[in-house]
């Protein structure tokens, strides 16, 4: 899980990338819902997957459930453990094919669900508070029409409309395309941001990129090791203060970066297609406008 603050100020070298602004509205998702839930209140995951079971015409199957949250299935059967012994769901031979097993919510889940909404509901309040209904409701439909690029993918409808939901799901796939698209770079996302900071704004310490990218110092340190290790950022002793290292990128590094920038750029069109990427400066503005930078 990314360690980090959703208030810090947008460094201006991805203040314009929507993968960042994604992670962003994310890490501000994790501030407003993802605290431990208080007695009787179950924790987001779990509540998911009980308010799309608590939404589908039948008992469903755990690939079903996992395709529509975009969970894969290792984690999706840990969660359905876990809500099967806290007497939340119950596991009933699936009579269509008596080899496997379908999944519906007890009675007590159905509580947990009802026992939650008021919260949901003042988080996602909470989480848009800078956006006027109108925003609200177009930065859901360009986040509902990002994962619909998604094969396979079934939005439960009593989540579709939910923006926590849909920044964290936005945010997870819009992660798992990019690293897809940087790893013939020998990169992965998070080395791009801190590539991008160090030339946008070094010679730099770390303890200035991981102040740009809104996480902890400790984050900083192996990203910086792994870029060092392949010759991308090297360090040097910080004219100004000779117990600190600066931070500068190498020719190889600046090399690396320009075409992770360009691979990027290219990403939501050749993934996602021309219809989201059209959208792409609206979701970027909306995506600012929550996170209160502009």
């Known amino acids: 899980m990314p360690e ?17 602004l994604l992670r962003r509205a994310y890490l501000r998702v994790l501030e407003v819902v993802g605290a431990p839930p ?12 009980l308010m799309a079971l608590d939404t589908a015409a ?26 099967e012994r806290d007497g939340l769901v119950e596991r009933e031979r699936n009579a269509a094919d008596r080899r496997s097993y379908a999944l519906r919510t007890t009675a007590k889940g159905l509580e947990a669900v009802a026992l939650a909404a008021p919260d949901l509901d003042r988080a996602d309040a909470s989480l848009t508070a800078h956006l006027s209904a109108r925003e609200r409701a177009r930065l859901n439909a360009l986040l509902r029409e990002l ?6 993918r079934r939005l439960p409808e009593v989540l579709a409309d939910r923006t926590g939901f849909l920044v964290t799901q936005a945010h997870l796939l819009m992660r798992s395309r990019a690293d897809g698209a940087l790893r013939e770079l020998g990169i992965e996302v998070r080395h ?21 990218l809104g996480v902890t110092p400790p984050v900083v340190v192996p990203i910086v090791d792994e ?20 931070l500068r990128l190498t020719p ?22 021309e219809k989201q990427a059209a959208g792409g400066p609206e ?11 502009e």
């Open 252 to 273: 190889g590094g600046e090399r690396t970066l320009g075409e992770a920038r360009e691979r990027l750029e290219l990403l939501p069109a050749g993934v996602f297609g």
């Open 227 to 246: 870029l060092e290790s392949r010759d991308f950022v090297r360090r040097e002793r910080n004219p100004s203060d000779r117990r600190s290292y600066a």
């Open 38 to 49: 208080g007695a009787g209140r179950q924790p987001a995951r779990h509540l998911a997957v």
């Open 192 to 212: 791009f941001g801190t590539l991008a900071v160090v030339s946008d704004v070094g010679p730099c310490s770390q303890q200035e990129v991981a102040s740009a």
């Open 58 to 83: 039948a008992p469903v199957s755990q690939r079903w459930l996992a395709e529509s949250l975009g969970l894969n299935r290792t984690v999706m059967g840990r969660l359905i453990d876990e809500l």
């Open 283 to 293: 979701l970027r503005a909306l995506l600012r406008r929550l996170l209160g930078v």
């Open 147 to 152: 994962l619909s690029a998604d094969p396979g």
């Open 4 to 20: 980090g603050s959703a208030g810090a100020p947008l460094p201006q070298a991805l203040a314009d990338v929507t993968g960042f």
